[in-house]
């Protein structure tokens, strides 16, 4: 989603304009970025997926957790940041049938092998990789990409699907929680749409309502909560697979520091029923995810190798 160039200094009476118009009982959520400032997250998602087909029925559950670090390297007139994104660590375990299990850690001695091997072909081949971000401090993404060369071996290990990493998608999978131009009290609702091109199922939009529950105090700091449901829809059908989402329901909370200027930490839980055809045959699965995100020491350093 692109964002319209603005005048610097339009933008910097309008932020003025915002911040003096707000209320008592009313906030401001900005992020705020400092040149050299560096963030660090750890993102941990649980999968649950069954798929059926007629013949039988097939349960797959994978745990990930990625290590990231956000340096910022500039912020210009207009408060929008280059930042450096880097996953410094990857860990995979992968629950499949017949008990069989399968695990990655990127920090590992001993090369992957098997399973573990293709897993690491594709996303363990993003370690160290500086992906540029350019964000707004309302937590949009302007411009996200890989270096090229690292584009090129994705595509090599993974064919088409390596174009979920084209800067066009890298852009939107990087929006932050997306904040609303004015200010928010308890109970205020707003939207933001992303649009996620996936060349085997099409275009997937991804609107997320987010609501503003006040302040609240968590582990002696005093924090922003908000709640935050997403619904997905396949408005075309323009990939090899035709997907009908049958019944989805997800929600999420977010605590954000408005003095930091940063997500101290969230979670979201999210289920899905979709019947997808292929060549003639349909898939039916379900899939129950859970995500979380928390903010890290800056000054943590990833694991020593196992």
Same mark, same amino acid.
């Given at each position: 989603?692109?964002?319209?160039?603005?005048?610097?200094?339009?933008?910097?009476?309008?932020?003025?304009?915002? =911040?003096?118009?707000?209320?008592?009982?009313?906030?401001?959520?900005?992020?705020?970025?400092?040149?050299? +400032?560096?963030?660090?997250?750890? %993102?941990?998602?649980?999968?649950?997926?069954?798929?059926?087909?007629?013949?039988?029925?097939?349960?797959?559950?994978?745990? $990930?957790?990625?290590?990231?670090?956000?340096?910022?390297? =500039?912020?210009?007139?207009?408060?929008?940041?280059?930042?450096? $994104?880097?996953?410094?660590?990857?860990?995979?375990?992968?629950?499949?049938?017949?008990? @069989?299990?399968?695990?990655?850690?990127?920090?590992?001695?001993?090369? #992957?092998?098997?399973?573990?091997?293709?897993?690491?072909?594709?996303?363990g081949s993003l370690v160290?990789?500086?992906?540029?971000?350019?964000?707004?401090? /309302?937590?949009?993404?302007?411009?996200?990409?890989? #270096?090229?060369? *690292?584009?090129?071996?994705?595509? !090599?290990?993974?064919? #088409?699907?390596?174009?979920?990493?084209? #800067?066009?998608?890298?852009?939107?999978?990087? &929006? /932050?929680?997306?904040?609303?131009?004015?200010?928010?009290?308890?109970?205020?609702?707003?939207?933001h749409q992303a649009a996620?091109? &996936?060349?085997?199922?099409?275009?997937?939009?991804? $609107?997320?309502?987010?609501?503003?529950?006040?302040?609240?105090t968590r582990q002696g @700091? &005093?924090?922003?909560?908000?709640?935050?449901?997403?619904? /997905?829809?396949?408005?075309?059908?323009?990939?090899? =697979?035709?997907? &009908?989402? !049958?019944? $989805?329901?997800?929600?999420?909370?977010?605590?954000?520091?408005?003095?930091?200027? +940063?997500?101290?930490?969230?979670?979201?839980?999210?289920? /899905?029923?979709? *019947?997808?055809?292929?060549?003639?045959?349909?898939?039916?699965?379900?899939?129950?995810?859970?995500?979380? %995100?928390?903010?890290?020491?800056?000054?943590? +350093?990833?694991?020593?190798?196992?």
């Open positions: 989603m692109s964002i319209p160039a603005r005048c610097t200094g339009a933008v910097a009476l309008a932020v003025v304009l915002v =911040a003096a118009s707000a209320s008592p009982g009313q906030k401001v959520l900005r992020y705020k970025f400092t040149a050299g +400032q560096t963030h660090r997250y750890a %993102v941990t998602q649980k999968m649950v997926q069954t798929v059926a087909t007629p013949e039988r029925s097939v349960k797959i559950t994978l745990t $990930q957790t990625m290590d990231t670090r956000q340096k910022t390297d =500039a912020v210009d007139a207009e408060g929008v940041a280059s930042i450096v $994104q880097t996953v410094e660590r990857v860990r995979m375990d992968m629950e499949l049938p017949q008990g @069989r299990k399968v695990l990655y850690d990127s920090a590992a001695k001993d090369p #992957p092998e098997g399973v573990a091997k293709a897993y690491a072909s594709a996303v160290d990789r500086p992906i540029q971000i350019r964000l707004t401090p /309302l937590g949009e993404a302007r411009k996200a990409e890989l #270096p090229a060369d *690292a584009l090129a071996g994705l595509k !090599k290990a993974v064919g #088409p699907a390596a174009d979920i990493a084209s #800067p066009e998608n890298l852009t939107q999978l990087n &929006n /932050l929680a997306v904040f609303p131009q004015e200010p928010v009290s308890a109970g205020h609702t707003w939207k996620i091109t &996936n060349p085997a199922m099409g275009k997937l939009l991804v $609107q997320t309502t987010y609501r503003y529950e006040g302040e609240e @700091r &005093n924090l922003d909560k908000i709640s935050f449901n997403m619904a /997905l829809s396949f408005p075309e059908k323009e990939g090899l =697979a035709a997907v &009908n989402i !049958k019944a $989805q329901e997800s929600q999420g909370t977010i605590y954000f520091d408005s003095a930091l200027g +940063q997500i101290i930490e969230s979670a979201s839980t999210a289920r /899905l029923k979709l *019947a997808t055809s292929v060549a003639g045959m349909t898939l039916d699965q379900d899939m129950e995810m859970a995500t979380e %995100v928390k903010l890290k020491p800056a000054e943590t +350093q990833p694991a020593e190798k196992p």
